[in-house]
């Protein structure tokens, strides 16, 4: 059975979910409270099954995770007339996105403002750069991003993992 990167994401998300669900679920199958004397109601749901059910997620993660890698890694995408792993590619945006919040943050400063000072003097703060050019900058690299954020979305669409979902859907 196939599905696509796309949907294997997802799936690893679900996954994760539901082995912290489990993991919480554990402390309320692993003890009760009773009146001294009186024998604790044994649940339906048991830990030995609780167990069972944690193992073949925490496998089905690890391979999951596993195809995601590879897949991750044989992939390319063309981004600027430069051809790169998926992996390389989901890096790439998080730096861009990293660098147009670093330019927005030089962008929102003003060329030049008062100093305030408890001297006489009249002093006033006054950029080394140009902000318009940051704030340029920065809304440039957003577009790049998120250019990139798509063609890897898209991709993430076409490219197909084999992995049974059938447990999950």
Do not use: W
């Not at 082995?19 to 044994?42: C, D, F, N």
């Not at 649940?43 to 099954?49: H, I, Q, R």
């Not at 991003?145 to 993992?161: D, G, P, T």
């Amino acid at each position: 059975m196939t599905i696509n990167l796309a949907e294997a994401v997802k799936l690893k998300s679900i996954i994760t979910k539901r082995i912290q669900e489990r993991t919480i679920q554990v402390h309320s199958l692993t003890h009760a409270i009773i009146e001294k004397g009186e024998q604790p109601k044994t649940p339906d749901y048991t830990l030995k099954m609780l167990e069972a059910e944690l193992k073949e997620l925490r496998y089905d993660s690890r391979k999951l995770d596993a195809l995601i890698y590879r897949a991750n890694i044989d992939n390319t995408i063309v981004f600027k007339d430069e051809e790169m792993p998926i992996v390389e590619a989901i890096e790439l945006a998080s730096q861009l996105r990293a660098e147009a919040q670093f330019c927005k943050n030089l962008g929102s400063e003003e060329k030049e403002a008062f100093y305030h000072n408890s001297g006489d003097a009249i002093l006033y703060r006054v950029a080394l750069y140009d902000p318009m050019t940051y704030r340029n900058r920065a809304n440039e690299l957003e577009k790049e991003a998120h250019r990139l954020s798509n063609l890897i979305n898209a991709k993430n669409y076409q490219v197909e993992i084999e992995f049974d979902d059938s447990n999950y859907f």
